[in-house]
């Protein structure tokens, strides 16, 4: 699809799978906003992009902050008139164990990886034509965990919830929402210059998946183009997609 004259946001797309999706859309033709708590990744993003003659705006934003998420609906809106995909990408990890995190750690995962997208769809939404799109990044952690991960497999397993119940309450307007849940996905590559490292991956970590290889920003950045497009997905809502390379299939003992 061209996405000439379409405006898109990505939230924490100046690094990760956020990077991948940001440069996957620009690519296309679309007017891209960067909302980003880092300012420095911000302004890389922004400055690689346009050096290519793409149309990346970089705003700093908490996604934790409904004033922030307000002033960035405000300026995407004053200078292109609409939202026409949100992609809820930004997200942060857990701090610590069950019984040594502090309540602040928690609130601070929720916030920003649940209540995060929530207020972003909700103020979003009013500026999205019928024919919009929401894409909310979650993980395989909704469905599977590892010890001491409560906060994050919390929020991501809400966010799938949260993913359902927009679909059905926005599905009025004509826009769609659906979600993501990546594997392991290597990003290494895709930090702020000052933090962007090769690969440490062995062998043993691209054999265990089932498709011979760990995962890349790209195979998220294509789904989230295939799922934004209302031509090809039309008749896509309300649902999870799993992309982990059949982690999730597979059965695991230790032997």
Same mark, same amino acid.
């Given at each position: 699809?061209?996405?000439?004259?379409?405006?898109?946001?990505?939230?924490?797309?100046?690094?990760?799978?956020?990077?991948?999706?940001?440069?996957?859309?620009?690519?296309?033709?679309?007017?891209?906003?960067?909302?980003?708590?880092?300012?420095?990744?911000?302004?890389?993003?922004?400055?690689?992009?346009?050096?290519?003659?793409?149309?990346?705006?970089?705003?700093?934003?908490?996604?934790?902050?409904?004033?922030?998420?307000?002033?960035?609906?405000?300026?995407?809106?004053?200078?292109?008139?609409?939202?026409?995909?949100?992609?809820?990408?930004?997200?942060? !990890?857990?701090? #610590?164990?069950?019984?040594?995190?502090?309540?602040?750690?928690?609130? $601070?995962? @929720?916030? *920003? +990886?649940?209540?995060?997208?929530?207020?972003?769809?909700?103020?979003?939404?009013?500026?999205?034509?019928?024919?919009?799109?929401?894409?909310?990044?979650?993980?395989?952690?909704?469905?599977?965990?590892?010890?001491?991960?409560?906060?994050?497999?919390?929020?991501?397993? !809400?966010?799938? #919830?949260?993913?359902?119940?927009?679909?059905?309450?926005?599905?009025? $307007?004509? @826009?769609? *929402? +659906?979600?993501?849940?990546?594997?392991?996905?290597?990003?290494?590559?895709?930090?702020?210059?000052?933090?962007?490292?090769?690969?440490?991956?062995?062998?043993?970590?691209?054999?265990?998946?089932?498709?011979?290889?760990?995962?890349?920003?790209?195979?998220?950045?294509?789904?989230?183009?295939?799922?934004?497009?209302?031509?090809?997905?039309?008749?896509?809502?309300?649902?999870?997609? *799993?992309?982990?390379?059949?982690?999730?299939?597979?059965?695991?003992?230790?032997?």
């Amino acid at each position: 699809m061209d996405w000439s004259g379409k405006t898109v946001v990505v939230t924490g797309g100046a690094q990760g799978i956020g990077m991948a999706v940001t440069q996957a859309f620009a690519r296309a033709g679309a007017q891209v906003w960067v909302a980003d708590c880092d300012p420095e990744a911000g302004i890389e993003i922004q400055q690689t992009m346009r050096a290519e003659g793409r149309n990346v705006t970089a705003q700093v934003c908490d996604v934790a902050d409904e004033d922030d998420i307000r002033a960035l609906v405000r300026a995407v809106t004053a200078k292109d008139g609409r939202i026409d995909c949100l992609i809820n990408d930004a997200g942060i !990890g857990w701090i #610590g164990g069950l019984f040594d995190r502090s309540t602040a750690d928690w609130d $601070r995962v @929720i916030a *920003v +990886n649940l209540r995060g997208p929530y207020l972003c769809a909700r103020h979003a939404a009013p500026h999205m034509p019928r024919g919009g799109a929401i894409v909310n990044v979650a993980s395989t952690r909704a469905l599977m965990s590892e010890p001491n991960t409560e906060p994050y497999s919390a929020s991501k397993a !809400g966010l799938v #919830g949260l993913t359902h119940a927009l679909a059905i309450t926005l599905g009025e $307007r004509g @826009i769609r *929402v +659906n979600a993501i849940s990546p594997g392991w996905i290597d990003v290494s590559a895709w930090k702020k210059s000052s933090l962007r490292k090769p690969a440490e991956l062995s062998e043993r970590d691209h054999v265990q998946h089932p498709v011979g290889r760990v995962g890349r920003p790209e195979d998220i950045a294509e789904l989230c183009l295939y799922l934004a497009d209302s031509d090809r997905a039309g008749f896509i809502t309300g649902q999870n997609f *799993v992309v982990d390379g059949g982690m999730t299939r597979k059965m695991t003992y230790e032997e």
